[in-house]
C-alpha cells in the first residue's frame, strides 16, 4: 500500500528556512493533491498548502506568504518550505495524500508519520 | 481561531451513543462536503468520514457522519475505551481562492 516517509532537520533556527521532504513509495504520485498539515504542540491541525502533481499549488491564506511547495515525480517526492520562522512555526509537520483521484477536498486518507520541527536558537 | 467550530470536550460511557458537531458557514460546509478525522497522541490523524457520511474501508459501522446545512455531525456508538481521541471536522473553504479548514477539535474523554 501507499506510504510516506518524511525527512527533514528537526531543529531551525529563527528567521530561518524551515525544510521537509516526503517521498511516496508503493504508489503512483500522479493525479493526486499531496498537502502539508501541522499541529503546534497543544493545538489543533492547521493545513499548509498542497501541491499538485503537475506543480500546481494553493496555499494557506495565513502563510501564503512564507510558504512553498514543489514536487519531483521522477523522484517520488514533493517538499514543504517554509521561510522566516519564528517560535509560533515550531509544530509536527504532516505530509498527506488525498483520498481521491483529481479531487481536493479535505480528505487525506494517506499520512506521514509527521516530522516534529523546533524553532529554536 | 478555527471557522469550523466544534465543542472544545465530549465524553461518554462505555456502550454510549456520542455526537460531536461541527458548525460552520456557507463558504465552507454549505457548499462542500465534510470530514472527519481521529488522532491519537504520537500518531497520524485518521480519516474516519469523509464527503459527509462515507467510512473508509476498514473503519467500524460505529462511527457515522451526518450534515445538514452548515453543520455537520459525527456519532459513535457502542462508545469504547479506545475511542478515547481527539477529533477534527475539516472542509473546503470556497474563499480567498479556496482552502482547507479543520475545525479546533474535540477531545473526547472515555468515562
Known amino acids: 500500500q501507499v506510504q510516506l516517509q518524511q525527512s527533514g532537520p528537526g531543529l531551525v533556527k529563527p528567521s530561518g528556512t524551515l525544510s521537509v521532504t516526503c517521498t511516496v513509495s508503493?504508489?503512483?504520485?500522479?493525479?493526486?493533491?499531496w498537502s502539508w498539515i501541522r499541529q503546534p504542540p497543544g493545538k489543533g491541525l492547521e493545513w499548509i498548502g498542497y501541491?499538485?502533481?503537475?506543480?500546481?499549488?494553493s496555499y494557506s491564506p495565513s502563510l501564503k506568504s512564507r510558504v512553498t511547495m514543489s514536487i519531483e515525480t521522477s523522484r517520488l517526492q514533493f517538499s514543504l518550505k517554509l521561510t522566516s520562522v519564528t517560535a509560533a512555526d515550531t509544530a509536527v509537520y504532516y505530509c498527506?495524500?488525498?483520498?481521491?483521484?483529481?479531487?481536493?477536498?479535505?480528505?487525506?486518507?494517506?499520512w506521514g508519520r509527521g516530522t516534529m520541527v523546533t524553532v529554536s536558537s | 481561531q478555527s471557522v469550523l467550530t466544534q465543542p472544545p470536550s465530549a465524553s461518554g460511557s462505555p456502550g454510549q451513543r456520542v455526537t460531536i458537531s461541527c458548525s460552520g458557514s456557507?463558504?465552507?460546509?454549505?457548499?462542500?462536503?465534510v470530514n472527519w478525522y481521529q488522532h491519537l497522541p504520537g500518531t497520524a490523524p485518521k480519516l474516519l468520514i469523509y464527503d459527509n457520511d462515507q467510512r473508509p474501508s476498514g473503519v467500524p459501522d460505529r462511527f457515522s457522519g451526518s450534515k445538514s446545512g452548515t453543520s455537520a455531525s459525527l456519532a459513535i456508538s457502542g462508545l469504547q475505551s479506545e475511542d478515547e481521541a481527539e477529533y477534527y471536522c475539516a472542509a473546503w473553504e470556497d474563499s480567498l481562492n479556496g482552502h482547507v479548514l479543520f475545525g479546533g477539535g474535540t477531545k473526547l474523554t472515555v468515562l
Open positions: 508503493g504508489g503512483s504520485i500522479s493525479n493526486y493533491f
Open positions: 456557507s463558504s465552507n460546509i454549505g457548499r462542500n462536503t
Open positions: 498527506a495524500r488525498e483520498r481521491d483521484l483529481n479531487y481536493m477536498n479535505g480528505a487525506f486518507e494517506i
Open positions: 501541491v499538485y502533481h503537475s506543480g500546481r499549488t
